[in-house]
């Protein structure tokens, strides 16, 4: 606490990025980073923007950027945002699109100015998710209200079918991996447009790993739905974290709220060497498709590996796998790794405490991964005279 922070700093919980090691060299299977890197392609084009041009400022429409989206999608660029990561992107999203309350006299004012009664509704998400949303709901004043996931992680898409401020999914969920249908997402999305009014968030970051039939991206259904706004990310799928690129798609008067806010702040978000980059990781497709199969493959075959050790693993349609050792707490485990110099993401939170996101590494990363568990979980727990660990 300082006394020269306003009351909306010393309000906030900021949200605790996964640790990006500077010094040990590790394993690092704890940010769902692609093992692969990205297109020579993008490579390239981001050398060729490395030059004078840099002295001129971007360009804040990001034009050749959103169309090659549009293009890829099957979209209008009007129908596309750009951002610095898509967590800038939901930032923009949240702070546009749901309806802050600050206390109770801002409810009774918004229900006696004649708007809709639910316009101080909390909005949805699940109880287990990104760990961004609650960040941001409260960052701008959102009320928010959780739905538990159902016992085996999955979300309950019929739960989200009642008044609220707005809807909030990642599919596929992290960490847990597990995905809904696009059948379900978009039966929640007509609800909260029919019944509701209100705006449905589908944060597709890892979309593009999914393999189970059913399971697909909702973007081709944006003409249909003007409360839909589906979020993805060139962090996970296109090998590009460092590069800081992600984009909202969805209805015109939608994007047109995102860069009101965007516009508020700051108009140059993305750079010239990332809006380079990014153009040509779109453009790139085949090549990253190739990519992904091998990420998808690996998953596989690491978590038929772990449930043969008696690892209890979650079906994951994303890169990362969300497991539980019968024996070891979360704790336990995450820190047995980490002295063996392996990365994990081990959220201590109810429900998942016991649980680990492992993301997808190579092959030969990720055989000493399968190593370093089975030995973990072979060796007896140390106790001492008193029997605590
Ligand atoms: C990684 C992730 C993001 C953030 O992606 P950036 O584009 O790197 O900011 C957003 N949503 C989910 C669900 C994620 O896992």
Redesign the pocket.
């Known amino acids: 606490m300082s006394i020269y922070w306003n009351r909306r700093t010393r309000g906030l919980s900021p949200y605790v990025p996964g640790e990006q090691p500077q010094q040990r060299k590790f394993i690092k299977l704890n940010?769902?980073e692609n093992p692969y890197p990205p297109s020579p392609l993008v490579i390239e084009a981001i050398h060729q923007a490395a030059t004078d041009s840099l002295r001129l400022y971007p360009d804040p429409a990001c034009t050749e950027l959103r169309q090659a989206i549009a293009d890829k999608y099957g979209i209008k660029p009007e129908q596309v945002f750009a951002g610095?990561?898509?967590?800038?992107?939901?930032a923009c999203a949240f702070a546009s699109l749901f309806m802050p309350v600050t206390d109770k006299a801002d409810t009774t004012v918004l229900e006696t100015s004649g708007r809709s009664r639910y316009d101080a509704c909390p909005i949805l998400f699940p109880d287990i998710?990104?760990s961004?949303y609650p960040v941001y709901a409260d960052l701008w004043s959102v009320p928010y209200r959780t739905i538990p996931l159902t016992e085996d992680f999955a979300i309950n898409g019929e739960a989200y079918k009642i008044p609220s401020g707005g809807v909030v999914i990642?599919n596929p969920?992290?960490p847990t991996g597990q995905a809904l249908s696009r059948e379900d997402i978009l039966s929640l999305v007509q609800f909260q447009e029919d019944d509701n009014n209100r705006v449905v968030i589908v944060?597709e970051?890892?979309i593009d790993f999914a393999t189970i039939p059913g399971v697909e991206s909702v973007v081709s259904h944006i003409p249909d739905h003007p409360n839909l706004l589906v979020?993805h990310?060139?962090?996970?799928s296109a090998s590009l974290?460092g590069l800081?690129?992600?984009f909202a798609m969805g209805n015109e008067e939608l994007i047109m709220g995102l860069c009101r806010i965007r516009d508020s702040f700051n108009s140059y978000t993305l750079d010239r060497l990332a809006l380079a980059g990014a153009t040509a990781a779109i453009l790139d497709s085949p090549y990253y498709e190739a990519m992904n199969k091998r990420v998808i493959a690996t998953r596989e075959r690491v978590a038929a590996a772990l449930i043969a050790m008696g690892i209890e693993v979650i079906p994951s349609s994303?890169n990362f796998v969300f497991i539980r050792s019968p024996e070891k707490t979360g704790a336990t485990f995450f820190s047995a790794l980490r002295d063996r110099g392996i990365l994990v993401r081990h959220f201590d939170k109810p429900r998942i405490g016991d649980y680990l996101r492992v993301s997808m590494g190579t092959d030969a990363e990720m055989d000493v991964f399968q190593e370093q568990c089975r030995e973990i979980i072979m060796k007896p727990a140390p106790q001492n005279a008193q029997g605590i660990l």
């Open positions: 940010t769902n610095n990561g898509s967590d800038e992107v939901l998710t990104y961004f990642a969920n992290a944060d970051a890892y979020i990310t060139l962090s996970k974290a800081r690129v992600g994303a």
